[in-house]
DNA sequence: ACGAAGTTGTTATGGCCGTAACAATATTCA
DNA sequence: TGAATATTGTTACGGCCATAACAACTTCGT
């Protein structure tokens, strides 16, 4: 009897100690009394902390090496795709404050990535714009970023990188509407 | 003819701005020459976007009110299931840097949270622990958050929770080897 | 026993990010 | 037209995080 595989958490050995934990929190708050929600915590959890190795992996392997850093990466490659844009397009499309952006923009301005110009008809607008050397650091970076996302995700097939990018898509067009 | 529901990426309106500009990337990296790998690019902005979001609104709407942070909350909730811990363990299980513990420490100190007790038996150690204040705001705020997580996560049904924490686990067991 | 090597926690420095406040400019509307 | 309001970008401040260097301490190896 009792052949089959064995599906509880492996709380036993050869485990990330991030997840040795996530496993030992996941037993610990199903049999708390009252019970907590263990399936939301594990969701939640190996969503923030997949994002987070990712995230880190990404800056320190391909960006730093470069003099670039992951956020200042993602806001090149913003400007290599749509041109010349206003900050506030910038955040907004970003989901992040104006003034991160002005700090983001200040730090690649220094390394001669991106240029602030003046618009005509608005005083007080300003366009970012790559210049030539940021426009060849967004293209190389963005090949070898590709090509580590494609190792992360090399575990999973086809379909389930696109389940997996259809369940991220529907919770993010069903974002709690009383968001910041 | 053609009355199927359509499938293409929503280029209109009623769009969040951050999907808006997904969709507009994935088309553009479709139509490179040569073409990029535009669902290499959706599942891993989708998965960062979603983090981000996910994190920001917690902390927020739920920490920052009770004078948390979202690092300080789920290192006090570590604690909280662990027990007094020494820096370098919440640090293994975090994935963080030891200086990064020792900041959030600091912070939770101040804040009269947790406190250091020295280790007899090795000089250098130290462990950690939540004070009563510490443990009873902990209790509070997993409450808040794990309904938060809920209001989140309430798109998809329980099948698809449970599909998502198991794609996401796997790529978390069978992360790249040579992470830092 | 004792020096070399490793571990632990901290500090310094620098980047990222949010909120709040601000100056400059644009827009609205009475 | 002119004052009230809104928008844009920036700065100041504080928290988070990483890396590198460091002091204190422990452990290892001979």
């Known amino acids: 009897m009792n052949s089959e595989p064995d599906t509880r958490p492996d709380l036993g050995v050869d485990m990330p100690p991030d997840l040795r934990y996530a496993a030992y929190a996941r037993e610990?708050?199903?049999?708390m009394s009252p019970p907590a929600d263990a399936e939301a915590f594990a969701?939640?959890?190996?969503?923030l902390q997949l994002a987070y190795l990712l995230?880190?992996?990404?800056?320190t392997r391909i960006h730093r090496p470069?003099?670039?850093?992951?956020?200042?990466?993602?806001?090149m490659f913003k400007l290599w795709l749509l041109g010349p844009t206003q900050p506030v397009r910038l955040a907004e499309i970003s989901a992040m404050s104006r003034s991160a952006v002005t700090n983001a923009v200040n730090t690649l301005e220094r390394g001669g990535l991106v240029e602030r110009r003046p618009v005509p008809?608005?005083?007080?607008?300003?366009?970012?714009?790559?210049?030539?050397a940021g426009e060849a650091a967004v293209r190389e970076a963005f090949a070898e970023q590709t090509r580590r996302?494609?190792?992360w995700f090399?575990?999973?097939?086809?379909?389930?990188?696109?389940?997996?990018t259809a369940l991220l898509a529907r919770i993010l067009?069903?974002?709690p509407a009383d968001l910041p």
Do not use: I, N
């Open 173 to 175: 067009h069903s974002r």
């Open 28 to 31: 610990r708050l199903a049999t």
């Open 43 to 47: 969701l939640a959890h190996h969503l």
């Open 154 to 164: 090399a575990c999973l097939g086809p379909a389930e990188r696109e389940q997996m």
């Open 55 to 59: 995230v880190t992996d990404l800056e």
């Open 149 to 151: 996302e494609r190792e």
């Open 121 to 132: 008809e608005d005083g007080r607008a300003v366009v970012v714009a790559l210049t030539a």
């Open 66 to 75: 470069r003099g670039l850093t992951l956020p200042g990466f993602r806001l």
